[in-house]
T-cell receptor, first 116, second 113 residues
Framework: EAGVAQSPRYKIIEKRQSVAFWCNPISGHATLYWYQQILGQGPKLLIQFQNNGVVDDSQLPKDRFSAERLKGVDSTLKIQPAKLEDSAVYLC??????????????FGEGSRLTVL | AQSVTQLDSHVSVSEGTPVLLRCNYSSSYSPSLFWYVQHPNKGLQLLLKYTSAATLVKGINGFEAEFKKSETSFHLTKPSAHMSDAAEYFCVVISYNTDKLIFGTGTRLQVFP
């Protein structure tokens, strides 16, 4: 079974530039998550999709971050304009059903962003 | 609100010695707790989970954790460390009112030969 795919793995940009990350979840997983993991911290949820609808985006800095999930499959996360504090690893995860039932998210390897 | 606190940011052990990674939780409800592991440049992987069944939970790679309500703890243990256990470990609780995973700050485990 193929895992969660993310690209690019690494990205270096200057502040005020834009960047986009792509995620392809495990086939059949209805729920997709984007997490931000800053060095030395645990992952923080940015946005959660159920199929192509947003379930929770309360922690997403909407002035600069946006995300979409077209056709309930792939998702993109965009940052525009980037700030220095956006340097982090962006993790995509998917799950088959409600987290409360399974507790298991399947994570991609992440996209490491460095903002100079 | 639910939360977890990982008491050690770094733990170093010698290969073959026991591993103890400590986690305390705070929850108004009977919590669901998990341990995830993150190897360098890899995605997070579920190690084990507690969902109010047996208090001693066995996971992959010889790890286990014990849920202790009286101590509000869910410490991760392994009798004998291997070099391949070197990784970052996260204690996680589910927020029931939002169905979100709440991660601790992580414990980096180093294993010396």
């Amino acid at each position: 079974e193929a895992g969660v795919a993310q690209s690019p793995r690494y990205k270096i940009i200057e502040k005020r530039q834009s960047v986009a990350f792509w995620c392809n979840p495990i086939s059949g997983h209805a729920t997709l998550y984007w997490y931000q993991q800053i060095l030395g911290q645990g992952p923080k949820l940015l946005i959660q999709f159920q199929n192509n609808g947003v379930v929770d985006d309360s922690q997403l800095p909407k002035d600069r971050f946006s995300a979409e999930r077209l056709k309930g499959v792939d998702s993109t996360l965009k940052i525009q304009p980037a700030k220095l504090e956006d340097s982090a690893v962006y993790l995509c995860a998917s799950s088959l059903g409600a987290v409360a039932n399974t507790g298991e998210l399947f994570f991609g390897e992440g996209s490491r962003l460095t903002v100079l | 609100a639910q939360s977890v606190t990982q008491l050690d940011s770094h733990v170093s052990v010698s290969e073959g010695t026991p591993v103890l990674l400590r986690c305390n939780y705070s929850s108004s409800y009977s919590p669901s707790l998990f341990w995830y592991v993150q190897h360098p440049n890899k995605g997070l992987q579920l190690l084990l989970k507690y969902t109010s069944a047996a208090t001693l939970v066995k996971g992959i790679n010889g790890f286990e954790a014990e849920f202790k309500k009286s101590e509000t703890s869910f410490h991760l243990t392994k009798p004998s460390a291997h070099m391949s256990d070197a990784a970052e470990y996260f204690c996680v609780v589910i927020s029931y009112n939002t169905d979100k995973l709440i991660f601790g700050t992580g414990t980096r485990l180093q294993v010396f030969p």
